[in-house]
């Protein structure tokens, strides 16, 4: 089992960055798949990315393509989420997710732990 827990959102103003951190306990961050979702109120939870076990393979949402990174520090238990060029509708709770087996990373069923998520305000 690990528990994650996501730390760096908050308040930024259109066009800046932000870079998400998810700190994996427990057993080790390298067991895992990993995915970054978020969610805006009155919405679905949706996938924004996600990295394979070895870090070899990523795959991203269409809306974030091109300007964020994810990526992953198995010394340090921890996975990071860049965010460049915010804007509004980035808004949203970015939650980190965990799942011990490859397959669809877009689906949400699929991963097995979850952290309590923060949250991401991009101002106009």
């Known amino acids: 089992q690990v528990q994650l827990v996501e730390s760096g959102g908050g308040l930024v103003q259109a066009g800046g960055s932000l870079r998400l951190s998810c700190a994996a306990s427990g057993r080790t961050s390298s067991t895992y798949h990993m995915g970054w979702f978020r969610q805006a109120p009155g919405k679905e939870r949706d996938l924004v990315a996600a990295i394979s076990r070895s870090g070899g393979m990523t795959v991203y949402a269409d809306s974030v393509k091109g300007r964020s990174t994810i990526s992953r520090d198995d010394a340090k238990n921890t996975v990071y989420l860049q965010m460049n060029s915010l804007n509004p509708e980035d808004t949203a709770v970015y939650y980190c997710?965990?799942?011990?087996?490859?397959?669809?990373?877009?689906?949400?069923?699929?991963?097995?732990?979850w952290g309590q998520g923060t949250q991401v305000t991009v101002s106009s």
């Open positions: 997710a965990a799942r011990e087996y490859s397959g669809n990373y877009y689906s949400i069923r699929e991963y097995d732990y």
